[in-house]
C-alpha cells in the first residue's frame, strides 16, 4: 500500500509539529480554526481565528477554488488526503505555504465534516532556496493544485443521453487495461472527469492520479517535473522526484497534450514504449509502471497536419480514443445538468432553488453552448448568486450568453459620446473583474476564462488596480 494511505506513517514521517488545525461541516464552513503559527504573534493568530469561524473555508482562503482546496475534495470524496506543498494565500493576505493531511468526520457511513492538520513550511522553503525570486509562479500554482488522489468516479458523469452512456459502459470494459487512452473533447466538455473515472473504475484506484496541465508550465521547467531531477543537472538542481515516478502504480493525466514540446514529447515516446523515465542530468533509466491519459481539445486531424503533436506519439496515445460529444450535441443533458447544479450549488451557497422559468430554460436550450458543461455550470452558480427566491429568471442572468443576454448585461442607448479607447478599456476592465470573481480569485483560471495569458491578465490588473 502506498504510504499516502497509511495515515499514522505519513504523520509520523512529514509532522514533527502541526500549527494549524481547522474543522469544517460538510458544507465547508468553519467549526473550528486552532492557528498557533510562530512566525506570526499571537494576536495575528488570534485575527486570523476569530476571523474564520463559520465562514466558507473558500472565503478564508481566497486563492482557493473547490478544485484545489483539500478540505472541500475530502467532504466530496471521503478519501483522507495528504498534500505535500500547498501555497494558499489567506483573508488577511498572508502568504502560506504549508503541508497537510485531511481527513473526512463520518458519522454512521455519513460525512459530516472533515478536519484538517497543517505545517507552515514557508520558512522551509526559503531556508533551502526553493523559494526564490527566480521560482516562476507556475511552477509555484502547478504545486498549490496538485494531488494525488481523484475527486470524481462513473457516477458523477451525470446524462440521459445514449452516447454518453454507452461511453459510460465503454469506461466499464477498458479500465481493467493499461493501455495508454486519448481523449478528444471541446474545453468545458469534462476531459478530466472521464480520466479520473477510468483511475477510479481500475484495478490502480488505490495508488496515485497525478494531473498535468502541459499548457500551464513552460519548457523550461515541464521536463523536470515529468521525469525529475538529479544535483547538478544544472544551476540550483536537486534530487527531486518526477511525477511519473510519483504516479509510480497509478495514472498520469496530461491535459493539452499538444501543446507539450516536441522534443519533450519524443521523450514522452520512449517513455511510452519502455516503460522507463530518464531524469534530467540521469543517465541510468528508472523503471515505471504508469498508465498515461492523455487528452486533447482540438481536432486530431488538425493537429497532426498543423505539426503540434508528433503522429509516431498520437499513434501511440491513441491505444484507446474517446470522443466527448460537446453539449449542443446532447440537449437532452441540459435539463439534467441543470437540476443538478441546482442542487450543488442549494448546498454550498445555503439556498433553497428550485428550478428555472420558462424564459430561461427556452434560453438555454437554444443556446449553443460553446464554453459546455463548464459554462452551464458557472451561468447556474452566478444566478444563484442572484436569485431573491425559488425559481431563475432571466433578470438573474448576469452573464452574457453569445447571441442572448441576460437582462442587466444588455447595452444601454448612447447618450454620451466618449472616446472609443476609453470605451473599450472600460469593458476590459469590468470583464477583467467579472472572470476573477467567477474564478474566486484564481488568475490562472480567470486567464482561460478570458482566454488570454496569465502574464498579459496579470498586466492588465496591474494596469486597471485591479486586486485578485
Same mark, same amino acid.
Given at each position: 500500500?502506498?504510504?499516502?494511505?497509511?495515515?499514522?506513517?505519513?504523520?509520523?514521517?512529514?509532522?514533527?509539529?502541526?500549527?494549524?488545525?481547522?474543522?469544517?461541516?460538510?458544507?465547508?464552513?468553519?467549526?473550528? /480554526?486552532?492557528?498557533?503559527?510562530?512566525?506570526?504573534? /499571537?494576536?495575528?493568530?488570534? &485575527?486570523?481565528?476569530?476571523?474564520?469561524?463559520?465562514?466558507?473555508?473558500?472565503?478564508?482562503?481566497?486563492?482557493?477554488?473547490?478544485?484545489?482546496?483539500?478540505?472541500?475534495?475530502?467532504?466530496?470524496?471521503?478519501?483522507?488526503?495528504?498534500?505535500?506543498?500547498?501555497? $494558499?494565500?489567506?483573508?488577511?493576505?498572508?502568504?502560506?505555504?504549508?503541508?497537510? &493531511?485531511? $481527513?473526512?468526520?463520518?458519522?454512521?457511513?455519513?460525512?459530516?465534516?472533515?478536519?484538517?492538520?497543517?505545517?507552515?513550511?514557508?520558512?522551509?522553503?526559503?531556508?533551502?532556496?526553493?523559494?526564490?525570486? @527566480?521560482?516562476?509562479?507556475?511552477?509555484?500554482?502547478?504545486?498549490?493544485?496538485?494531488?494525488?488522489?481523484?475527486?470524481?468516479? $462513473?457516477?458523477?458523469?451525470?446524462?440521459?443521453?445514449?452516447?454518453?452512456?454507452?461511453?459510460?459502459?465503454? &469506461?466499464?470494459?477498458?479500465?481493467?487495461?493499461?493501455?495508454?487512452?486519448?481523449?478528444?473533447?471541446?474545453?468545458?466538455?469534462?476531459?478530466?472527469?472521464?480520466? /479520473?473515472?477510468?483511475?477510479?473504475?481500475?484495478?490502480?484506484?488505490?495508488?496515485?492520479?497525478?494531473?498535468?496541465?502541459? @499548457?500551464?508550465?513552460?519548457?523550461? $521547467?515541464?521536463?523536470?517535473?515529468?521525469?525529475?531531477?538529479?544535483?547538478?543537472?544544472?544551476?540550483?538542481? *536537486?534530487?527531486?522526484?518526477?511525477?511519473?515516478?510519483?504516479?509510480?502504480?497509478?495514472?498520469?493525466?496530461?491535459?493539452?497534450?499538444?501543446?507539450?514540446?516536441?522534443?519533450?514529447?519524443?521523450?514522452?515516446?520512449?517513455?511510452?514504449?519502455?516503460?522507463?523515465?530518464?531524469?534530467?542530468?540521469?543517465?541510468?533509466?528508472?523503471?515505471?509502471?504508469?498508465?498515461?491519459?492523455?487528452?486533447?481539445?482540438?481536432?486530431?486531424?488538425?493537429?497532426?497536419?498543423?505539426?503540434?503533436?508528433?503522429?509516431?506519439?498520437?499513434?501511440?496515445?491513441?491505444? &484507446?480514443?474517446?470522443?466527448?460529444?460537446?453539449?449542443? *450535441?446532447?440537449?437532452?443533458?441540459?435539463?439534467?445538468?441543470?437540476?443538478?447544479?441546482?442542487?450543488?450549488?442549494?448546498?454550498?451557497?445555503?439556498?433553497?432553488?428550485?428550478?428555472?422559468?420558462?424564459?430561461?430554460?427556452?434560453?438555454?436550450?437554444?443556446?449553443?453552448?460553446?464554453?459546455?458543461?463548464?459554462?452551464?455550470?458557472?451561468?447556474?452558480?452566478?444566478?444563484?448568486?442572484?436569485?431573491?427566491?425559488?425559481?431563475?429568471?432571466?433578470?438573474?442572468?448576469?452573464?452574457?450568453?453569445?447571441?442572448?443576454?441576460?437582462?442587466?448585461?444588455?447595452?444601454?442607448?448612447? *447618450?454620451?459620446?466618449?472616446?472609443?479607447?476609453?470605451?473599450?478599456? +472600460?469593458?476590459?476592465?469590468?470583464?477583467?473583474?467579472?472572470?476573477? @470573481?467567477?474564478?474566486?480569485?484564481?488568475?490562472?483560471?480567470?486567464?482561460?476564462?478570458?482566454?488570454?495569458?496569465?502574464?498579459?491578465? +496579470?498586466?492588465?490588473?496591474?494596469?486597471?488596480?485591479?486586486?485578485?
Amino acid at each position: 500500500m502506498s504510504k499516502r494511505f497509511d495515515t499514522v506513517t505519513l504523520i509520523k514521517e512529514n509532522f514533527d509539529y502541526i500549527d494549524s488545525i481547522t474543522i469544517v461541516d460538510h458544507t465547508g464552513k468553519v467549526m473550528v /480554526q486552532l492557528r498557533y503559527n510562530p512566525r506570526f504573534s /499571537q494576536e495575528e493568530n488570534e &485575527i486570523e481565528n476569530k476571523l474564520s469561524l463559520n465562514k466558507s473555508i473558500l472565503e478564508i482562503f481566497p486563492s482557493l477554488t473547490p478544485e484545489t482546496s483539500t478540505l472541500i475534495q475530502v467532504l466530496n470524496t471521503g478519501n483522507v488526503i495528504f498534500c505535500e506543498k500547498q501555497s $494558499l494565500t489567506t483573508l488577511t493576505g498572508k502568504r502560506i505555504t504549508s503541508t497537510n &493531511i485531511n $481527513l473526512p468526520i463520518v458519522s454512521r457511513g455519513k460525512i459530516i465534516g472533515a478536519i484538517e492538520l497543517s505545517k507552515d513550511i514557508t520558512h522551509i522553503e526559503k531556508s533551502h532556496g526553493r523559494k526564490s525570486r @527566480s521560482t516562476p509562479p507556475q511552477e509555484e500554482n502547478y504545486n498549490a493544485a496538485k494531488t494525488l488522489t481523484t475527486r470524481y468516479s $462513473l457516477n458523477d458523469i451525470i446524462t440521459v443521453n445514449q452516447e454518453m452512456k454507452n461511453l459510460k459502459n465503454f &469506461i466499464k470494459r477498458i479500465s481493467t487495461s493499461s493501455s495508454s487512452v486519448l481523449i478528444f473533447g471541446e474545453t468545458g466538455t469534462g476531459k478530466e472527469l472521464f480520466a /479520473q473515472a477510468i483511475h477510479s473504475e481500475s484495478h490502480r484506484r488505490i495508488a496515485p492520479f497525478v494531473a498535468v496541465n502541459c @499548457s500551464a508550465l513552460p519548457e523550461t $521547467l515541464l521536463e523536470g517535473i515529468l521525469f525529475g531531477t538529479l544535483k547538478g543537472a544544472f544551476t540550483g538542481a *536537486e534530487n527531486k522526484k518526477g511525477l511519473f515516478e510519483t504516479a509510480h502504480g497509478g495514472t498520469i493525466y496530461l491535459d493539452e497534450i499538444n501543446s507539450m514540446p516536441l522534443n519533450l514529447q519524443a521523450k514522452l515516446l520512449r517513455t511510452l514504449q519502455e516503460g522507463t523515465i530518464l531524469p534530467l542530468g540521469g543517465n541510468s533509466p528508472v523503471k515505471i509502471d504508469v498508465r498515461v491519459i492523455a487528452s486533447i481539445n482540438k481536432n486530431p486531424a488538425e493537429i497532426i497536419k498543423s505539426g503540434e503533436m508528433r503522429d509516431d506519439l498520437f499513434y501511440r496515445l491513441n491505444v &484507446i480514443n474517446i470522443k466527448i460529444p460537446p453539449l449542443r *450535441e446532447r440537449p437532452d443533458d441540459i435539463p439534467v445538468l441543470i437540476d443538478y447544479f441546482i442542487k450543488k450549488y442549494n448546498k454550498s451557497l445555503g439556498r433553497n432553488v428550485k428550478g428555472i422559468d420558462n424564459d430561461v430554460r427556452e434560453l438555454f436550450m437554444s443556446y449553443k453552448w460553446p464554453g459546455n458543461v463548464r459554462e452551464l455550470e458557472h451561468v447556474i452558480e452566478a444566478a444563484m448568486n442572484m436569485v431573491d427566491g425559488k425559481i431563475i429568471k432571466l433578470e438573474h442572468l448576469q452573464v452574457y450568453l453569445g447571441e442572448n443576454t441576460a437582462v442587466d448585461t444588455k447595452i444601454s442607448p448612447i *447618450e454620451n459620446i466618449i472616446p472609443l479607447k476609453e470605451a473599450l478599456e +472600460q469593458l476590459e476592465k469590468k470583464m477583467i473583474s467579472f472572470a476573477l @470573481s467567477k474564478a474566486r480569485g484564481n488568475v490562472s483560471e480567470a486567464s482561460r476564462l478570458l482566454r488570454i495569458p496569465r502574464t498579459t491578465l +496579470q498586466y492588465k490588473m496591474e494596469k486597471y488596480k485591479i486586486n485578485d
